[in-house]
């Protein structure tokens, strides 16, 4: 009789953890590809405070303004006389407080005739481009080495999915301007070359890496650090 009990129990156990087990493999993943979603209507940083967190914590809503839903930074052209002609202008939470906790982020693209935003990624963040003036020669290298390129124009929109290596080179008989969105607050700007050689990593991962003698990684380095 234990013995038969022993079993019903088993039975009925299993029954019941059925239903469970089924709703589990049936209910989908919740996962992030980017910034959490808030949790109220907005939580505009707080830079003052001496925190560190993943974010930034909020002000007090008594003391939240207007100005700081509105970014001045993109009115100023910066300037593209430099070694790669282009330059960049971010909006991003540090300087943009009321980005905190809403995912998005936004830049100003500038080029000189030539210029070249260098090979790039936004670790945490992908990236959509809009084009404002001029053309540009625009793209992004899979995980396989896959490259996806081509020259964009005036009017013209195209994506680079987070954490991939890319880039834009204007190609156009003048300078060039574009905007780009970002799915995050704080997407990372890291450039490749600057990575390899202006981190200080150890001359002979450098030499075997790509090849080179000593007194080129030298060079490079004195160029990228």
């Known amino acids: 009789m234990k013995m038969k009990a022993s079993i019903s129990s088993t039975i009925l156990a299993g029954l019941l953890l059925y239903p469970v087990v089924l709703l589990l493999q049936l209910a989908p993943l919740n996962v992030n590809a980017a910034d959490a979603d808030p949790l ?6 707080d830079l003052t405070k001496d ?22 930074g993109l009115t100023v052209p910066p300037q593209t006389n430099n070694s790669i002609g282009a330059s960049a202008v971010f909006g991003f939470v540090g300087n943009f407080p009321g980005l905190n906790s809403l995912g ?3 830049a100003r693209l500038d080029f000189a005739k030539g210029g070249l935003i260098p090979p790039h990624t936004h670790p945490r963040g992908s990236e959509i481009i809009y084009v404002l003036q001029g053309s540009l020669y625009a793209g992004f290298v899979t995980a396989d080495n896959q490259l996806y390129a081509k020259v964009i124009n005036k009017g013209d929109v195209m994506i680079f999915p987070r954490g991939l290596i890319h880039f834009q080179l204007n190609v156009g008989d003048g300078p060039a301007q574009a905007v ?12 490749i070359a600057n990575s390899m050689f202006g981190s200080n ?23 990228f650090s």
């Open 201 to 223: 990593i150890k001359d002979e991962v450098l030499q075997k890496t790509f090849f080179l003698d000593q007194k080129t990684v030298d060079r490079l380095k004195t160029i």
């Open 40 to 45: 109220m209507d907005f939580c505009v940083a």
């Open 51 to 72: 925190l560190y967190l993943n974010g930034y914590p909020c002000k007090k809503p008594a003391a939240v303004t207007t100005d700081d839903f509105v970014f001045y």
């Open 180 to 191: 780009v969105s970002l799915n995050s607050q704080h997407a990372g700007f890291q450039l």
């Open 104 to 106: 998005i982020s936004i």
